[in-house]
């Protein structure tokens, strides 16, 4: 009869390759550490522990890198993000002047990025003519809320 636990070290590979092809789509470090503590439990079947002895070198290693290492290397990946704002946070603040009338209740502005928005203004009662400068207050789903821009004077 054939004895299964002389070819967990096959099982030990295959559970190695399938951790680190996850991780390779993920590149979140769990399946890194799952696939280096399976390692060690590859290690401990060369060494000819018994077989629950191996899951637990596995598990245990696997776990005391999640816990210690992984949390190391996230820090130092995502350290060096973009600090540069996109999508509606590059919008907040930003200038434009007004292409048609704005009201509290619609209007058109050409950002500063030549993108046009139908805008609204933020104060009640009040309108911005064609050519005034704004500036990006907030964006409400598709229209951009803002407010009349203060125009810098040269005092030359």
Same mark, same amino acid.
């Given at each position: 009869?054939?004895?299964?636990?002389?070819?967990? /070290?096959?099982? /030990?590979?295959?559970?190695?390759?399938?951790?680190? @092809?996850?991780?390779?789509?993920?590149?979140?470090?769990?399946?890194?550490? !799952?696939? !280096?503590?399976?390692?060690?439990?590859?290690?401990?079947?060369?060494?000819?522990?018994? /077989? /629950?002895? =191996? !899951?637990?070198?596995?598990?245990?290693?696997?776990?005391?890198?999640?816990?210690?290492?992984?949390?190391?290397?996230?820090?130092?990946?995502?350290?060096?993000? $973009?600090?540069?704002?996109?999508?509606? $946070?590059?919008?907040?603040?930003? @200038?434009?002047?007004?292409?048609? @009338?704005?009201? *509290? @209740?619609?209007?058109?502005?050409?950002?500063?990025?030549?993108?046009?928005?139908?805008?609204?203004?933020?104060? #009640?009662?009040?309108?911005? *003519?064609?050519? =005034?400068?704004?500036?990006?207050?907030? !964006?409400?789903?598709?229209?951009?809320?803002?407010?009349?821009?203060?125009?810098? =004077?040269?005092? #030359?």
């Amino acid at each position: 009869m054939v004895d299964l636990t002389d070819y967990l /070290w096959i099982l /030990w590979l295959v559970l190695i390759f399938v951790a680190i @092809t996850i991780e390779l789509l993920s590149l979140e470090f769990t399946f890194l550490m !799952i696939s !280096i503590g399976s390692l060690g439990g590859l290690a401990a079947d060369l060494l000819g522990l018994d /077989w /629950w002895l =191996q !899951i637990v070198v596995a598990a245990g290693l696997s776990v005391l890198l999640l816990l210690t290492i992984r949390p190391f290397l996230l820090r130092a990946l995502r350290n060096g993000g $973009d600090p540069a704002l996109s999508n509606i $946070d590059a919008l907040i603040g930003m @200038t434009g002047r007004v292409v048609s @009338t704005v009201t *509290e @209740t619609g209007g058109l502005v050409k950002l500063a990025n030549g993108e046009t928005w139908t805008a609204r203004l933020l104060v #009640a009662g009040a309108s911005i *003519e064609p050519g =005034q400068p704004v500036n990006v207050h907030r !964006i409400e789903g598709s229209t951009a809320v803002v407010i009349l821009a203060e125009r810098t =004077q040269n005092n #030359a």
